[in-house]
């Protein structure tokens, strides 16, 4: 079985600039949703994408946006990149058809820094 | 979703047990409590989930009063690799897949 898998690992990038990230869901699972997780806090929920459509938002503006691929992998594309970007983004796996409700299976994150 | 409440640190002897308590004082019927581990530069780990009473597995145990306003997690035995941040959670039954963070508990485990 693999697991959530997600690149680069580390990404610096400059304000204004565009940035994608991606992620590879775990084999069986069919929905991936993404978190940005600032220093010293809790990942927040940014979106989900169940069968490539988006299933839920959170308090994220537009620039945030994602996409998702008939194989069930994502990509989190940020444009105009801010300062308080700068964050580790989480991508986790599940499937809606079985296991304890809740159960998401992380990749190890991108560490995204905007100078 | 209900707020939950949860000490920001605790520290740790090896070999102790640790309990972690919750507070979750808004909880709906329809509401699971989860939770997660972290450690520094992973993603977080799901670690148990329940519902009422008592729930346990080869990691941790849940302990659920009958008013389910709090809930506790048993760490037994911890060591120096149970040195994480831990969350906990309350999660919709028809949970969409968002999940709602606070600060967690900074578990330090010291020899």
């Known amino acids: 079985e693999t697991g959530v898998t997600q690149s680069p690992t580390h990404l610096i990038k400059t304000r204004g600039q565009q940035v994608t990230l991606r992620c590879s869901s775990q084999?069986?699972?069919?929905?991936v949703s993404w978190y940005q997780q600032a220093l010293g806090q809790g990942p927040q929920f940014i979106f989900q994408y169940y069968r490539e459509e988006e299933n839920g938002r959170g308090n994220f503006p537009p620039r945030f946006s994602g996409l998702q691929f008939p194989n069930y992998s994502s990509e989190l594309n940020v444009n105009a990149l801010e300062l308080d970007d700068s964050a580790l983004y989480l991508c986790a796996s599940s499937s809606l058809a079985g296991g304890p409700v809740g159960e998401q299976y992380f990749g190890p994150g991108t560490r995204l820094t905007v100078t | 979703l209900a707020k939950t409440t949860q000490p920001i640190s605790m520290d740790s002897y090896e070999g102790q047990e640790v309990n972690i308590t919750c507070s979750h004082n808004?909880?709906?019927?329809?509401?699971?409590i989860t939770w997660y581990q972290q450690f520094p530069s992973q993603g977080p780990r799901f670690i148990i989930q329940g519902y009422k009473t008592k729930v346990t597995n080869e990691v941790a145990s849940l302990f659920i009063p009958a008013d389910r306003k709090s809930s506790t997690l048993s760490l037994p035995r911890v060591s120096l690799s149970d040195t994480a941040v831990y969350y906990c959670l309350v999660v919709l039954s028809s949970n969409t897949g968002k999940l709602i963070f606070g600060q967690g508990t900074t578990l330090q485990v010291k020899p």
């Open positions: 808004n909880i709906a019927t329809n509401d699971y």
């Open positions: 084999s069986g699972h069919n929905t």
